[in-house]
Structures are given as structure tokens and as C-alpha cells.
């Protein structure tokens, strides 16, 4: 079920940017990030952000790309640079939602529809 509106993906040449926004409702809040499917792999994580700031990147983006967030407008954003044509892939939004409902605690994972990134010459 769809639930973040998630936008910026396009087609860009190598060595270009692009710029990944991603607006989560209020009653959607938690830690944030971006995942990409490209064709043939699974999906994998590409950064996270927590409330607090805190980020994560994967191995083979970090120095490139650069996640942040906005809490008041609850959105998330992923700068890219230096694009290379294997970034190509399809680009989800994430918010990982941690509940309670009585004694229970339990974590719920909200997604985008995916944006399409294509890095090519």
C-alpha cells in the first residue's frame, strides 16, 4: 500500500545530480530512508536517517550521496552527486514506524511507490 508521496527521480548523465524528496503524513514518523531495486538484485538500503539525525550509508554511496530531513514537513530528502550508471535503479522511500498497542511493541514499515533514477550516457 502506497503511503509517502516520493518524488525527483528522472534521467540524468554521469557525473550529474539529482535530488530525491519523499513527504511522509504526520501520523508517519520514525526513521526514514531510501532503497533502490535495480534490475536483477534485490532491493537494498541505500541510506537512513533517524529522528535525531543520526545517518547510515551504504558502502558504495557514501561521499556521493547525502540523506536529510526536515521533521517539520515529516520529509526526507536524498541528494545524489556524481551519479554513475550503476545507481540506476528504482528509488523507495521508507519510514520504519515503531507502535505500541497495549503491552505490544511492534514495528511497521511504510513505502513509496518508487521513482525511476536512470544514469546513462
Known amino acids: 500500500q502506497v503511503q509517502l508521496a516520493e518524488s525527483g527521480g528522472g534521467y540524468v548523465q554521469p557525473g550529474g545530480s539529482l535530488r530525491l524528496s519523499c513527504v511522509a503524513p504526520?501520523?508517519?514518523?520514525?526513521?526514514m530512508g531510501w532503497y533502490r531495486q535495480a534490475p536483477g538484485k534485490q532491493r537494498e538500503l541505500v541510506a537512513t536517517?533517524?529522528?535525531?539525525?543520526?545517518?547510515h550509508y551504504d558502502y558504495f554511496v557514501k561521499g556521493r550521496f547525502t540523506i536529510s530531513r526536515d521533521n517539520a514537513k515529516n520529509t526526507v530528502y536524498l541528494q545524489m552527486n556524481s551519479l554513475k550508471p550503476e545507481d540506476t535503479a528504482v528509488y523507495y522511500c521508507?519510514?520504519?514506524?515503531?507502535?505500541?498497542?497495549?503491552?505490544?511493541?511492534?514495528?511497521?514499515?511504510?513505502w513509496g511507490e518508487g521513482t525511476l533514477v536512470t544514469v546513462s550516457s
Open positions: 521508507n519510514v520504519n514506524v515503531v507502535n505500541r498497542k497495549g503491552w505490544e511493541v511492534y514495528a511497521k514499515d511504510y
Open positions: 504526520g501520523n508517519i514518523f520514525g526513521t
Open positions: 536517517i533517524t529522528d535525531s539525525g543520526i545517518t
